[in-house]
């Protein structure tokens, strides 16, 4: 069975801080995504990955960054946290080949940043 | 003006009952259409994906790609109280391209 966890369900932060979300995934997929939901903007692609240490900037990249120093793992980290960066975080993972845009998601973390 | 339109409902319909729904998009150059379903608390999973203009079939779903008019549909026959949820359409412009996803429609289906 696929599987993309991320390291946290449920975060609260403060305005300034730096914050790290984890997503691990066990099906040995090439690429790798981070979005951001948002009520009624749907999913927008904040960073990805198609290798290790390899990153791209997605539509809204602002205020984010990203590490991918194993293939199974993508952090995205929020250097300095905002009230604007409060919102649902999922990761997703897919192979490369003919399979690429079947993307798998994680469960999510809600952020809340105060 | 969005890339793509979806109307976020909620989309109420008693059991059995089909539900439609469907997302525009203003470019021209989505060709990979996907139909995403999330319920609360969880993840994004996929439901369905199609090529360029055409229908596809998969039990009670179907999808619908109308490239002329930039206008996709997923229909859900017989619908149950397990399809309550919130309904994302994607598309891309060539395979392996990032996606660009609707605002989602949430349905809720009664019993």
């Known amino acids: 069975d696929v599987k993309v966890t991320q390291s946290s369900r449920y975060l609260v932060k403060r305005t300034g801080e730096k914050v790290f979300l984890e997503c691990v995934q066990d099906m040995d997929h090439e690429n790798m995504f981070w979005y951001r939901q948002d009520p009624g903007l749907g999913l927008r692609l904040i960073y990805f990955?198609?290798?290790?240490?390899?990153?791209e900037k997605g539509d809204i990249p602002e205020g984010y960054s990203v590490s991918r120093e194993k293939k199974e793992r993508f952090s995205l980290i929020l250097e300095s946290a905002s009230t604007n960066q409060t919102s649902m975080y999922l990761c997703?993972?897919?192979?490369?080949?003919?399979?690429?845009?079947?993307?798998?998601f994680g469960p999510g973390t809600r952020l809340t940043v105060l | 003006q969005k890339e793509v339109e979806q109307d976020p409902g909620p989309l109420s319909v008693p059991e059995g009952a089909i539900v439609s729904l469907n997302c525009t998009y203003s470019?021209?150059?989505?060709?990979?259409f996907m139909w995403y379903r999330q319920y609360s608390r969880k993840g994004p999973e996929l439901l369905m994906y199609t090529y360029s203009s055409g229908n596809k079939e998969d039990g009670r779903f179907t999808a619908q790609v109308d490239k002329s008019s930039k206008y996709i549909s997923l229909f859900i026959r017989d619908s149950q109280p397990s399809d309550s949820a919130t309904y994302l359409c994607?598309?891309?412009?060539?395979?392996?391209?990032?996606?660009?996803f609707g605002g989602g429609t949430r349905v809720l289906v009664k019993p």
């Open positions: 997703a993972s897919s192979a490369a080949g003919p399979l690429r845009d079947t993307q798998y």
């Open positions: 990955s198609y290798d290790v240490k390899m990153k």
């Open positions: 470019n021209s150059a989505f060709q990979y």
């Open positions: 994607a598309m891309s412009a060539a395979a392996g391209n990032k996606l660009t």
